[in-house]
């Protein structure tokens, strides 16, 4: 089966900084890589999501970078605010037809200082 | 519109009793998910339904646990004969369609189940 890898476990910058959360994937045939963003306390949610026929996606802070030859994509946040304090899910999945399974990484706490 | 809402939102029990987990997806989603968040942990699938039917229930642990969806819509997840190991955050999530599309799962707040 699918084994998504995380790093890092922590990760903690000043506001206005960029982070950049990375992740591997194993299973050549995954088509599909969304993050997550998960609060304390609430379920995941989505905060944005990558196809393997795309080599990157952004949504204003938030970017995305898959590499597919090398099975590794990326989560890059700039400039930074408090509010992007949170645990980051990396995810992939293989569309079958059969639904959307989704293998979650081990998360990345995400810390943005004053 | 309101989304995926779980009950209960903590649950506390002893080990070998029995547990039921209730998820209302959002309303005219047909594919329902559910997964289990272990402390440190991200979600570990257990169950997909298309509708009606279990489509895939190869995340479940073991025949302990059990899933229905009878009417396409609420889903109660269903274990039995608890154990300590048990305890985790159970997270339901729908999605529109669960087909080759590749639509979003909208998670549940989670049910926090301790067995004690």
């Known amino acids: 089966g699918e084994n998504v890898e995380q790093h890092p476990s922590t990760l903690s910058v000043q506001e206005g900084d960029s982070a950049v959360i990375k992740c591997t994937y194993s299973?050549?045939?995954?088509?599909?890589f969304p993050w997550y963003k998960q609060e304390l306390g609430k379920g995941p949610q989505l905060i944005i999501d990558?196809?393997?026929?795309?080599g990157e996606k952004k949504d204003q802070r938030i970017a995305v970078t898959l590499n597919k030859t090398a099975k590794h994509f990326s989560l890059h946040i700039t400039e930074t605010q408090p509010e992007d304090s949170a645990v980051y899910f990396c995810?992939?999945?293989?569309?079958?037809?059969?639904?959307?399974?989704?293998?979650f990484g081990t998360g990345t706490q995400l810390k943005v200082e004053l | 519109g309101a989304g995926v809402s779980q009950t209960p939102s903590n649950k506390v029990t002893e080990k070998g009793k029995y547990v039921e987990l209730r998820c209302d997806p959002i309303?005219?989603?047909?594919?329902l998910y559910w997964y289990r968040q272990s402390l440190g942990q991200g979600p570990e699938f257990l169950i997909y339904?298309?509708?009606?039917?279990?489509?895939?229930d190869s995340g479940l642990p073991n025949d302990r646990f059990f899933a229905v969806r009878p009417e396409g819509s609420v889903s109660t997840l269903k274990i039995q004969r608890t154990e300590r190991g048990d305890s985790a955050v159970y997270l339901c999530?729908?999605?529109?369609?669960?087909?080759?599309?590749?639509?979003?799962?909208?998670f549940g707040p989670g049910t926090r189940l301790l067995v004690l």
């Open positions: 995810a992939a999945s293989r569309l079958t037809g059969g639904g959307n399974k989704l293998t």
């Open positions: 309303s005219g989603h047909t594919a």
């Open positions: 339904f298309q509708g009606t039917g279990a489509a895939d």
């Open positions: 990558i196809r393997s026929n795309v």
């Open positions: 999530a729908s999605s529109p369609n669960g087909g080759w599309s590749t639509e979003t799962q909208y």
């Open positions: 299973d050549s045939a995954s088509n599909y």
